[in-house]
């Protein structure tokens, strides 16, 4: 029944996970060439994950080939000197084990757990395709297509698809975030060959990357591994281009209409915020749940709960590398206009902004950001990628175990200084999602 | 000299880091496997009957709860949806605290807790265990059901079931459910506007009263808490928990098909397809068949491995994923099988018959060994990850319990998947895929795909559904006459807007409209002489936003950006909207001019006639059956490579303009997202417009 919905966990999965639990033990080092490895070593079931981090997303792309990291993820796929065409998936799964990857703004991230005899085996996959991945113009050609109905079923036949793209392209004048990783299809068509390599080589190279393996295994054996399929790798020759582009501050609210195939008006506020790890951005981040973490929050309680104004509404920060946003939306319940909508939530928002918020929500946040921080260390799978995160992003992988101090330190007072910092109208966009008039 | 040496140290790491001694075509071969290490959950039994299975993990300072509820319950009948608004209801409050205050309590324990009509779920730090069972027990023992509570429930269904309308997968999940279970089955009750109105509190009530019982129930708690904790928590607030008889119902199990079935609910402009084949299987819980369907099924459309996947995403590029699966259950004849497709709607009829293909060659022939044995090792992997969660072993203990199965089922998993062979595979095929007995779904652009499925339907029928499930009524449509040609609609048109006499008159006409799109208002004129000259402009607060003229060999375009000319692609395209002539060109027997069928427009049924040109290129024209006019075209236009959308055009507000022609003065035009509405302010003919305008 909720399947329609916003899919949150769908944006979540292009954010970074920023809780992690306080007792994860870990060893890093680099080897010559750049490549950045941690382990940690876990012997509760017998299996093993290793996972890549690239550090590029879409916002190094060109604006002219948006949507390419993300092309290029599914590239990655297609096979090395030693791994044939369409082989890759299947020797993860044939030997047990299971893969994936996805790619954000900020960076690509290909993983795969597999049973712990396995380690060498998918040390060698993944040094493979960093070494000498290997693509034809089949190969190519398919995942254009693939790629193509991808973007179909997540964003043009779902409703609120566009969501996303359309805050994106409405918040950011500049900066590379304006765009989403999926990006447009004609430019995927128009990437040449050379093209793909060329961003193979600036950006798949071991000093731009971070090796992870998490699970049943002992290190000294997986430092053989790791000297013995990834120590012989060259070092990229050309320094990594990082955008440089500064959103400039907004002097007046910005307001969008965009119209698709949905029943119900949504209404979506979009205020630029700093980035993550700064202390306005711990802060800001409670403050959005104070706004919509629980029933008793207080998007929930007023607009969905008492008023009745919207099937679903909450906010929620996107925490990312350069300044990003934090969203706010409504969906509105049936009947209910998106002016009167807006206004209830501008309600909500200047009573935060007016009144900061009491002790009694702080200690709520402050439970529930330690429960999500303890709980998102519960699988392999999230410890491994909350690692490669802490370290990428934070030069700092000991926050998984350390990060909750920094939550913890915020007080009221600093929740309702970036509440009045932030929260301004001339520091957001207002967009409407509205039906399209039916034929 | 100290330089030196670093150069030379340099040199050394930089020999060493580069140096491949080793082959690195050889794959590493596995080590020794790890034996899976797989604890029994422990259980006891409350007096009043709750049956409790605690699986201890103490790696992180967390537990959780969860509470199964396993009834048969009654057919909701014509209020479907109330029993799915139990859960909600239970969270609207209890005997003792408001919502609100309920909420706030439980929000700032930091864990979660929620309540559906088949259990409760809740998980926190072992350190507020005792707070969150406070309230677990609380929500069940004495909530408060509120008619206030109820209809902001309903509220919000029915906002959720109107947005359900543009989801290919709602329609999709409601026609599949519609068409194996039907309304004899709670598997195949839909929810509906109707429905939802129905519903009453006191059904809520009863349905609470009735099944929400300990002796119905089974509950895992897992995590970091031991035995004799975990039955000291439970006793202590689930205790007073009070027993009941419950009632048992019967339902109708689902028929199979005797040949394939091909049903659609129409999704007009869908980019994709949502292609469903699917059938009711008699698959049990913990019989010997289960594992082996399931190996059958992995080879089929398990995974990335499968066939499905293998042949419709990386042989075509027609999809992004196609996989099948196999669910059993514990009613007779209520296991599912399913084979999916999100596709490309061009290519929606070949994937289906691509998944059919695959599905007989199952029956056919014998899985590989290679194949077989790797699709063993994947299951054998996934069964040991899903190991890592503690939860998996306690859910595997109730499971058990719940649904009668063997009790060394899952001990015995491995060494049974062990010991499938491809005959086995085979057997097990024949017996469980039927691709001639099947319900092939699509949830699609019914006049994109339907007429190339029909050859899929034991009938060589389509079957219409709309998105609750239920068959489009037949009168919709209006019966085509038998000896009614395409032509014929197009000449009674051109007889009811003036004849081909006036129409042949015209040697110029003139068109001024108002446009508004989006909330702004613009002008448009459009002029058009004998033979094809063409001239447009599109202004606004004293812009001209678009400008297009050709005077039948080139042509310019011009507009905010500047002006250039025509290319080739762009003076072919001109000379089609200059067609002066419109209908009366069609008589040329270059175009060709077929009679698709009726479909209603704006609520009124229309003719569907299909025009193509010398190149191939077609449009579709809808003429109203009883007017004769004209009252819809739509094309599918190129808006950039690989992306296509459907450009409509609605003709309303006929009137007799100058010249004896009725003209239409209402002009909608759908394109994408934007909605162009269109007001003609004049049509004047043959003013004698001069040439140069067009130069």
Redesign the interface.
């Known amino acids: ?5 916003l899919s949150l966990s769908a944006i979540a999965a292009f954010t970074s996970s920023v809780f992690a ?1 306080g007792n994860i033990k870990f060893s890093e080092y680099d ?3 750049g490549l950045h490895v941690i382990l940690h070593e876990d012997h ?4 093993v994950v290793v996972s890549v981090l690239y550090h590029v997303g879409s916002k190094n792309e060109d604006p002219q080939r948006t949507g390419f990291a993300h092309f290029f993820e599914h590239l990655m796929f297609e096979g090395s ?2 791994i044939k065409r ?1 082989e890759y ?2 020797l993860v ?6 893969l994936n990857a996805n790619t954000s703004w900020d960076r690509t991230y290909y993983f795969q ?9 998918a ?2 996959m993944e ?2 395709r960093m ?2 991945l290997n693509v034809d113009s089949t190969g190519i ?6 790629v ?3 973007k ?2 997540r964003y ?4 609120y698809g566009h969501l996303i793209e359309q805050v994106c392209a409405g918040s950011f004048k500049v900066h590379p975030y304006r765009w989403t990783p999926i990006g ?3 430019y995927i ?2 990437a040449k060959y050379g093209e793909f390599m060329d961003f193979y080589k600036l950006f798949y190279v071991p000093n731009n990357a971070t090796l992870t393996i998490a699970g ?1 295994f002992t290190p000294a054996q997986a430092k053989a591994f790791v000297e ?2 990834y ?2 790798i ?1 070092k990229g020759t050309q320094a990594i281009p990082r955008p440089s582009e500064k959103e400039p501050r907004w002097t007046a609210e910005e307001r969008k ?8 008006p949504g209404v979506i506020f979009s205020y630029h915020t700093p980035e993550q790890g700064t202390t306005d951005a711990y802060a800001l981040e409670m403050l959005g749940n104070v706004l919509s ?5 207080r998007l929930q ?1 007023v607009i ?2 008492e008023k ?1 104004m919207a ?1 679903q509404a909450g906010a929620f920060p996107m925490p990312m590398e350069d300044p990003g946003i934090t969203m706010m939306y409504g ?4 009947g209910v206009s998106e002016v009167d909508l807006e206004t209830a939530m501008d309600e909500v928002v200047n009573d935060v902004v007016k009144n900061g918020i009491t002790d ?1 929500e702080l ?2 946040v ?7 921080f ?2 998102q ?4 799978m999230g410890v491994a990628e909350n690692l490669a995160n802490y370290h990428v992003y934070f030069q700092n992988t000991d926050l998984i175990n350390t990060e909750l101090d920094r939550y913890m330190k915020v007080t009221k007072a600093d929740i309702a200084r970036v509440a009045q910092q932030y929260l301004k109208k001339e520091n957001r966009l207002v967009l409407y999602y509205l039906p ?2 039916e ?1 | 000299m100290k330089k030196i040496f670093a150069i030379a140290l340099s040199i050394l790491t930089t020999s060493q880091v580069y140096s491949q001694n080793f082959d690195r075509s050889i794959r590493p071969k596995p080590g020794p496997a790890t034996a899976i290490n797989m604890a029994d959950a422990q259980s006891f039994t409350l007096p009043n009957g709750l049956k409790v299975f605690v699986v201890e993990n103490h790696k992180l300072p967390s537990v959780s709860f969860q509470i199964d509820i396993e009834v048969d319950p009654a057919l909701q009948g014509n209020a479907v949806g109330y029993q799915d608004m139990i859960g909600e209801l239970m969270s609207g409050g209890t005997k003792l605290k408001s919502k609100d205050e309920f909420n706030k309590q439980l929000d700032a324990l930091g864990g979660s807790l929620n309540a559906s009509s088949g259990g409760v779920y809740a998980s926190c730090l072992t350190k507020r265990q005792n707070e969150l069972m406070a309230l677990l027990s609380e929500m069940i023992l004495q909530p408060n059901f509120t008619q206030k509570e109820l209809d902001k429930i309903k509220t919000q269904l029915l906002s959720n079931l109107s947005n359900t309308k543009d989801d290919p997968n709602a329609m999709s999940e409601n026609l599949v459910k519609s068409l194996i279970y039907g309304k004899a089955h709670p598997y195949g009750e839909i929810v509906t506007e109707a429905t939802v109105n129905k519903i009453t509190l006191d059904m809520c009530k009863k349905y609470y009263n009735t099944y929400y019982k300990p002796n119905a129930a089974y509950m895992a708690v897992v995590g970091d808490i031991t035995l004799e904790q975990a039955k000291a928590l439970v006793t202590k607030y689930l205790g007073a928990w009070k027993k009941g008889v419950v009632p048992v119902a019967k339902y109708v199990a689902p028929k199979n098909l005797n040949g394939n079935r091909v049903t659609l609910v129409n999704k007009s402009g869908a980019v994709q397809s949502v292609v469903n084949v699917t059938y009711p299987i008699n698959l049990k819980y913990g019989t010997p068949d289960v594992l082996k369907v399931k190996v059958a099924n992995a080879v089929l459309g398990g995974g990335s491995n499968g066939r499905l996947f293998q042949n419709l995403r990386e042989t075509h590029g027609w999809t992004y994923g196609s996989y099948s699966s196999v669910a059993a259950d514990k009613y007779e004849n209520a296991g599912t099988f399913s084979a999916t497709a999100d596709c490309q709607t061009e290519s929606t009829d070949s994937s289906v018959g691509e998944i059919l293909k695959e599905m007989v060659r199952m029956r056919n022939e014998a899985v590989e060994t290679k194949l077989l044995e790797d699709i063993k090792t994947n299951m054998a992997g996934k069964f040991a990850l899903s190991l890592e969660d503690p939860k998996t072993l306690a859910r595997n203990a109730i499971n058990i319990q719940k649904y009668k199965m063997p009790a060394d089922y899952y001990k015995n998993y491995l060494k049974n998947l062990a010991a499938i062979n491809a005959a086995d595979v085979l057997e097990i095929s024949k017996k469980y895929i039927k691709p001639d007995a099947a319900y092939i779904t699509v949830a699609g652009d019914k006049n994109e795909v339907a007429a190339k499925l029909a050859k899929y339907a034991a009938s060589g029928k389509v079957e219409y559904f709309n998105m609750y499930g239920q068959a489009e009524k037949e009168e919709a449509k209006v019966a085509l006459p038998t000896n009614l040609k395409g032509i014929d609609v197009i000449n009674n048109y051109i007889a009811a807007v003036g004849g081909l006499e006036n129409w042949t008159n015209i040697k110029d006409i003139t068109t001024k409209m108002d446009l508004s799109v989006s909330g702004q208002s613009l002008e448009l004129v459009e002029i058009k002489k004998a033979p094809n000259k063409y001239f447009s402009e599109l202004k606004g607060g004293g812009m001209v936003f678009q400008k297009k003229v050709f005077n039948g060999v080139k042509g310019k375009l011009g507009g905010m950006q500047g002006e250039k000319e025509m290319e080739a692609e762009d003076i072919a395209a001109m000379k089609e909207e200059a067609n002066f002539l419109g209908e009366v060109a069609f008589l040329d027997p270059s175009y060709k001019v077929e009679l698709k069928g009726t479909e209603k427009v704006e609520g009124k049924d229309a003719y569907v006639v299909k025009v193509t040109n010398a190149k191939g290129d077609f449009k579709l024209y809808y003429y109203d059956v009883a007017s004769k006019l004209k009252v819809k075209s739509s094309e599918t236009v190129e808006m950039g490579p690989g992306q296509k959308a459907t450009v409509s055009s609605f003709f309303s507000n006929y009137q007799v303009a100058q010249g004896g022609m009725k003209l239409p003065y209402t002009i909608k035009q759908v394109a994408g997202p934007q909605v162009f509405d269109i007001k003609v302010k004049s049509f004047e003919l043959n003013t004698g417009v001069d040439d140069k305008i067009f130069e």
């Open positions: 029944m909720k399947k329609w919905m639990g080897l010559p060439n509760t079931t017998p299996s000197d030693n369409g998936m299947k799964e044939s030997n047990g084990g299971v757990q597999m049973p712990s005899n396995q380690l060498e085996l040390l060698w040094a493979e070494a000498h050609e398919t995942q254009r297509k693939v193509k109905e991808e179909k079923m043009e036949n779902t409703p447009e299809a004609q068509d128009q049943d013995k399929y120590g012989y060259p209409t965009y119209y698709d195939k949905v029943q119900l973490n629980g029933k008793s929050s309680k969905v709960d009745q099937v969906i509105a319940n049936q009694e200690q709520k402050k439970n529930q950001i330690e429960n999500g303890v709980n260390n519960a699988r392999l399209k008039k034929n």
